[in-house]
């Protein structure tokens, strides 16, 4: 066999498997479906932490600066969706537009959270961006007054969900003798903007800013020597992450229809970070499994734990939500013994974190 | 009745249990550079393990100071314990590691403390049972009480405490020994893991301390009281400079009053429009405005960019 055809066939089974994993993704909902629409459900939440998730990976796992207050950014973007899409202040714009313009108001939320920590480094800006978000949390609980913005710890219900014209996403159709529930089309949507955000990433993660931002994690001082301007490459990643966050929240916002305060505690940052610990701190494919197994076992867990608990004691002992929990600090502290460079690692991310001083 | 004086002697009573809490951060930052992010936590299982022998108590009749007292003794043990292990279990093998994973192994010990704690505690808040008669005293216009006044007085007792420990006995010069280097620390024959752990273990003691007090101030203990806890008396730590001890506690002491001035006067200064809902907030602010303009705190000897 000459070289071309080795090339080929190889080219081709990869081909073939890309194949076979988008023809599984197109066909799971429906799999899920036949096992409950809670399951489509879970699957889109999923997605939408995937989403998180990557945009936190920007700024954690790219530019090596934790955020402990990236959930702000969600809620930011979850909040413009919601003001600017539901009976509040009687604004319903469509989501195209509306999705950008999250970004952008997450955008410059990141930029002003940036700008003052810039000079901070490792655990310090940890601990701000941690304030940070409970600052941001503060105000949603109560910007109610002087003048009703966020409607306080109450929340803003009847959100618009995602519409094209007369197609509304979160109404159920019969598409050509396929049943499609409003999950399932929201699952689609998801899955395409996940796709986007994937290759957005990738794209980053070579380009030049990526390397800039890979630089700035190694040795900030020496990439200041080389010429990196660390200033504005830092606020990009916070700036660019925030956009991703500010994004995933109107996503929520339009499918749970309902928001308040309380969907954006320090415990959500913590679960997102999680996610990209557990899959491989600046490895994109790994971030992704990080949140998707986060999202499914602890579900798969609720559906047998309870009833285990039940026939065994008779009563469940340990709530769900409870398990959850103690599985994320677990997954925290185990992978940081044991495997610190997550699941699946990135090569320098590796590199980084099992060497000794 | 004077506002401001009031104010002030409320500042002072949260103030000191800041200090107190904040002396935990200091310490473990100021030998290992680790922001001990489940210190908080330990503040938390202080007040719970207390609250429950206080409760189980209450009914006797022994005199109420005893109780509180046999209370806090039962919790020190406990969080020295669990701060023992922390150390052990998540902090000691990371050592040598980059900062970042420490940090997320805390994060992780943080989450785990508060379910295992809502676990054997429920969700419901411990009450704290009223066996203390609520006495005051009036001064200058303004009240103070019988807890608030042994909330400052055994703040300062153990601040004095610590103080002598640090600096007039020989595991406090081991102690500073090996916070200026470690390496040459151990080549003087002192043994560094037993210092470190050290180190955690008297940090928990004063967390349970702090734990009861501001339990007792409120009336309740209830599993997530940590974490904001732990945050603002971190704020403390910066802003009096963090590895400075007299920092932490001048720092916990300024942020108090701090805070309740805040709150006790920004209604008045934005006529209304803002309330006391945002007394969490003058923390964080003043953490990010000492981070920005003077990293390396009040009285700072590290700058806040080494970290």
Redesign the interface.
Known sequence: MNIFAKILTKARSKWVGVALIALALIALPFALAAAGTAWVRIANLAILFAFLALGLNIVVGFAGLLDLGYIAFYGVGAYVYALLASPHFNLHLPFWVILPIGALVACVFGVLLGAPTLKLRGDYLAIVTLGFGEIVRIFLNNLSRPFNLTNGPQGISRIDPFSFGAFDFSRNETIAGLAFSGPIKYYYLLLALLLLAIVVNLRLQHSRIGRAWEAIREDEIAARAMGINTTRIKLLAFAMGASFGGVAGGMFAAIQGFISPESFVLVESVMVLSMVVLGGMGNVWGVVLGAVLLTFVPELLRDWVQPVQQSLFGKTIIEPEVIRMLLFGLALVLMMLFRPAGLLPSAIRKRELTKQK | MDIFLQQIINGLTLGSVYAIVALGYTMVYGIIQ??NFAHGELVMIGAMVAFSVINALAGTHLPPVLIVFIGILAAIPVCMLVGYAMER??YR??R??????????A??????L???A??VWSRNPLAFPQIIPFVTFPIGGAIISGVQIAIILTSVLMMGALTFMVYRTKLGIAMRATSQNPLVAGLMGIDIDRIISFTFIVGAALAAVAGVMVGTYYGIAHYGMG??LG?KA??AA?LGGIGNLAGAMLGGILLGIVEALGAGYIGDLTN????S??Q??F???V??GV??FR?SGLLGERV??R?
Do not use: C, E, K, W
């Open positions: 680790l922001i279990i998540a093998p990371l040598s590691a980059p900062r970042l994973a420490p940090l997320i192994t994060i992780g010990i943080s989450i785990i508060q379910h295992l809502l676990l974490s904001l945050m971190f704020s910066v209304n429009v803002f309330g809902n945002y969490d907030v923390a964080f602010m953490l990010i981070l920005v990293p806040g960019d970290a």
